[in-house]
Antibody, heavy 119, light 107 residues
Framework: QVTLKESGPVLVKPTETLTLTCTVSGFSLSNARMGVSWIRQPPGKALEWLAHIFSNDEKSYSTSLKSRLTISKDTSKSQVVLTMTNMDPVDTATYYC???????????WGKGTTVTVSS | SYELTQPPSVSVSPGQTARITCSGD??????AYWYQQKSGQAPVLVIYEDSKRPSGIPERFSGSSSGTMATLTISGAQVEDEADYYCYSTDSSGNPRFGTGTKVTVL
């Protein structure tokens, strides 16, 4: 059974850096045909793709957020980490990690973790 | 920047057909995917590669794509189909993008 679980702080202050971890099971981060995406959803708003990483360390970032995002993986720990710098209240959202195929299909999602940005 | 445009809302009576559109300039060359998101839950894939249905998704869900528009059809909508629906695809450079989302009401 494929599962993904997000973890990280519930509350961050403006200007701080957010670090989120996605721990996967049921598939390997070394699988050539699979990777992990991060996607977020502000309250009452649409889904927004943020970044993804594949087994060969190929990375892709949202054009509008590229300067603030870094994605990395630790295959031995089955973890993918997303950092977002200079957090702002508009970054308040539920952050999801999900499995992505090389075809860009996102097929399995974590339950999401809610992050609030407030002083 | 590239956008996938959906109608904000669609209403349908139980047993009737709901159609949700997704418009994007790259859709003639890129697959569309559709996700259902019920309140407080993570999205679930209901259609992939324009018209394929994952195992476990009811047959009443179908997809199609023509030109710059992809369509998700719910034939014989049920009360449990009430949810937000998002299309998903890529721009011409291969960057993923979600649609603006459509709230489907079944009443």
């Amino acid at each position: 059974q494929v599962t993904l679980k997000e973890s990280g702080p519930v509350l961050v202050k403006p200007t701080e850096t957010l670090t989120l971890t996605c721990t996967v099971s049921g598939f390997s981060l070394s699988n050539a045909r699979m990777g992990v995406s991060w996607i977020r959803q502000p309250p009452g708003k649409a889904l927004e793709w943020l970044a993804h990483i594949f087994s060969n360390d190929e990375k892709s970032y949202s054009t509008s957020l590229k300067s603030r995002l870094t994605i990395s993986k630790d295959t031995s720990k089955s973890q993918v980490v997303l950092t977002m710098t200079n957090m702002d209240p508009v970054d308040t959202a539920t952050y999801y990690c999900a499995r992505i195929r090389v075809t860009i299909l996102v097929d399995v999602w974590g339950k999401g973790t809610t992050v609030t940005v407030s002083s | 920047s590239y956008e996938l445009t959906q109608p904000p809302s669609v209403s349908v009576s139980p047993g009737q057909t709901a159609r949700i559109t997704c418009s994007g300039d790259a859709l003639p060359k890129k697959y569309a995917y559709w996700y259902q998101q019920k309140s407080g839950q993570a999205p679930v894939l209901v259609i992939y590669e324009d018209s394929k249905r994952p195992s476990g998704i009811p047959e009443r869900f179908s997809g199609s794509s023509s030109g710059t528009m992809a369509t998700l059809t719910i034939s014989g909508a049920q009360v449990e189909d009430e949810a937000d629906y998002y299309c998903y695809s890529t721009d011409s450079s291969g960057n993923p993008r979600f649609g603006t989302g459509t709230k489907v009401t079944v009443l």
